[in-house]
């Protein structure tokens, strides 16, 4: 295609030298038929007329032709994408003027890349448009209405700008418009209610901007409509209240606003429902239990409104399957926590390696879901909700009774926030199973005993909060309980053990146990002791009984030869002794002889070295008189001469190397 295109430029600008070339004829015949006239040459004036005529024909005939050709080139579906990512280059200024004269442009992508300006009134000229993405740049200025004449549009995605300004009524006039996002911008008054004509919208974003007004009962209508995010705006009034059956809606985002009212039962009739956020509004109303009977329900957060009762159960075999993320914080529901309502969370019990994200199905290819969750203390905006996180939210209301035991089946769990509530007795040890828990809050209730020691095994959890509560004991040890601060455990009084004290030494029961123990093992220490000395104690006693009964059964008989050799050996020994001492003695006294002699012989030898010294002295100081007197000159220049001769020898040598 670019090379037709090339060839098809050169062709015209052949046909432009051509004309020129004409043109440059026609105005030299001009020239000579100005100069016949000056001549009074009338008939040559009249033939140059009709050549004049005849070439202005031939002019006029080849614009025609060029014409002609230029119509009979095909239209090529031009698209044009720029990219400023970390790959490519960062563009700056504003939008060029010059892409609104691409007529038969049908893609123009030109996200995160133009600083500031903003959208060129020449874009109203791209009637052929189907895709416009002017994502994260700087726009500013109010959208344009002949954006309006852009009646190609399939996809208009403009969210993260500076825009501001209304919202054009003649959107509305782009009836085969199926995307229309401008979200996280500065948007203001209310939604136009020609957008509701749109029979093909599927995504409808414009949430995070300071729109005003009701949504009307109208949009509960568009049948196509997936995705319905007005999320972070000053919308009032009560939800639409007419959603038909037959609904594509998916996810439905009407968080941060102003509603009133009821949760409508009509919801029930959107089965393909799997996102529904009414959150931080002023709905009054009590538990829509009949939302479980929507099969692909993925999250519901209905968190601080003014929701309140308690929640029953129906009767029903299959409720919220795939329900995963649960927020009814900061409400006002009462009585007992909801049991049955644990049971029948299937979507919890199994650890779903392959769940994947929401699938995009058409547009929505545009559009993630996101959802705020409260999670070790923080919030967090989580995008891809539905393969990350599996919460349960039931803080701030008024619920009481036990903590249900059924929650150790949910074992896919990883936040579990029930504090500021009345719940009391305690803690389950089946919440030892939740193998992926990674926060756990349970503060301020008045949960009595001690800490499970099933605890330690969770070897996820970074978040855990026990505190004001009627608990005690020793606090469990393990790999995440050492990492866990004071915090964690203040307004317990009766707990112990590391981070809150240095040990459980001063529990009562173990001073008692200790010392008992301690007592027992001292008092079998002496028991043992006794038997031992009363045992050696008889056998001396015996022995000396049986030793004295044989020496006076031998007296007694005069058999005394055993005393005689006995007394003849020990004699022997004696004298064996003494002459040993005899021959030692003189070996000694030749050994100090041998070193006297030494000592005389080493005195000696000091004695004949000084002389030495003494005499060696004179000789030197006779040398050195001979030398200063003979003054031996030729043995000096015979010295220099062989240095000299050794110094050659040396320079030829290191020349050699």
Not at 266 to 273: F, R, T, V
Not at 300 to 321: C, D, Q, V, Y
Not at 515 to 535: I, R, V
Request: charged content about 15%; glycine content about 6%.
């Amino acid at each position: 295609m670019l090379h037709k295109m090339a060839h098809y430029h050169d062709y015209g600008v052949l046909m432009q030298q051509q004309v020129a070339n004409m043109t440059q004829s026609q105005q030299q015949l001009q020239h000579e038929a100005l100069m016949l006239q000056q001549m009074a040459i009338v008939p040559l004036q009249h033939q140059t007329a009709a050549m004049i005529q005849h070439n202005e024909g031939e002019i006029q005939e080849q614009e025609a032709q060029n014409q002609e050709d230029i119509a009979n080139v095909p239209q090529l579906q031009l698209q044009i994408h720029v990219c400023v990512s970390s790959k490519c280059n960062q563009l700056s200024g504003s939008i060029p003027e010059e892409i609104g004269y691409l007529s038969s442009l049908t893609y123009l992508y030109l996200g995160n890349s133009f600083p500031n300006g903003s959208i060129p009134a020449s874009f109203g000229n791209l009637r052929n448009l189907q895709t416009l993405v002017l994502n994260d740049n700087n726009l500013i200025g109010e959208i344009p209405s002949f954006v309006c004449n852009l009646t190609s549009l399939k996809v208009l995605y403009m969210p993260r700008n500076n825009l501001k300004g209304n919202v054009p009524q003649c959107l509305g006039n782009i009836s085969g418009l199926q995307v229309l996002m401008m979200s996280h911008n500065n948007l203001s008054g209310e939604i136009p209610s020609s957008i509701s004509n749109l029979t093909s919208l599927q995504i409808l974003d414009m949430g995070r901007n300071n729109l005003e007004g009701a949504i009307l009962q109208c949009f509960g209508n568009i049948s196509s409509l997936q995705v319905f995010d007005m999320q972070n705006n000053k919308l009032s009034g009560s939800l639409p209240t007419n959603f038909s059956i037959g609904s594509s809606l998916r996810s439905l985002n009407l968080h941060g606003n102003e509603l009133e009212g009821k949760i409508p039962q009509s919801l029930a009739s959107c089965k393909e429902l799997q996102v529904l956020d009414l959150g931080d509004n002023q709905l009054n109303d009590t538990f829509p239990m009949w939302l479980g009977t929507l099969l692909e329900l993925r999250v519901l957060r209905l968190t601080s409104n003014k929701l309140h009762g308690p929640i029953r159960s129906l009767w029903a075999e299959i409720m919220f399957p795939d329900l995963r993320i649960i927020d009814l914080s900061s409400n006002a529901f009462s009585k007992d926590l909801p049991t049955s309502l644990f049971q029948h969370l299937k979507g919890m019990t199994t650890i779903d390696q392959t769940m994947k994200a929401p699938s995009s199905k058409g547009n929505r290819v545009y559009y993630q879901d996101s959802v705020v969750v409260v999670t070790k203390g923080l919030k967090l905006e989580v995008v891809k909700i539905l393969s990350l996180y599996t919460v349960i939210d039931l803080s701030n209301n008024k619920f009481e009774g036990h903590i249900p035991s059924v929650l150790g089946d949910l074992i896919a769990l990883r936040v579990l926030n029930m504090s500021h509530n009345g719940l009391k007795g305690h803690i389950p040890p089946e919440l030892g199973s939740l193998s992926l828990v990674e926060s756990l809050d349970l503060s301020f209730n008045h949960i009595l005993g001690e800490i499970p020691q099933q605890l330690a095994s969770l070897t996820y959890l970074e978040f855990l909060n026990l505190s004001h509560n009627n608990l005690q004991g020793c606090i469990p040890q393990g790999p995440q309980f050492l990492t866990f601060e004071s915090n964690s455990y203040e307004g317990n009084d009766g707990l112990r053990g590391f981070p809150v004290s240095k040990g459980c030494g001063n529990d009562p029961v173990s001073e008692t146990n200790y010392t008992k123990s301690a007592l027992d093992d001292q008092e079998s220490n002496s028991e043992f002791f006794n038997d031992f000395w009363k045992a050696a104690l008889m056998g001396y006693g015996s022995g000396l009984c049986i030793g004295l009964s044989i020496m006076y059964f031998l007296i007694s008989t005069g058999n005394l030869r055993w005393l005689a050799r006995i007394i003849e050996e020990l004699e022997h020994k004696i004298i064996m002794r003494r002459r040993k001492k005899q021959q030692v003695q003189p070996t000694l006294e030749q050994m100090l002889h041998k070193m006297a002699h030494y000592h005389d012989y080493g005195v000696l030898m000091q004695q004949q070295v000084a002389n030495m010294t003494q005499s060696q002295q004179p000789l030197q100081h006779e040398a050195l008189m001979m030398q200063q007197q003979m003054a031996i000159v030729p043995l000096q220049h015979q010295t220099a001469s062989m240095t000299q001769h050794n110094e050659g020898e040396i320079q030829e040598q290191e020349a050699q190397n």
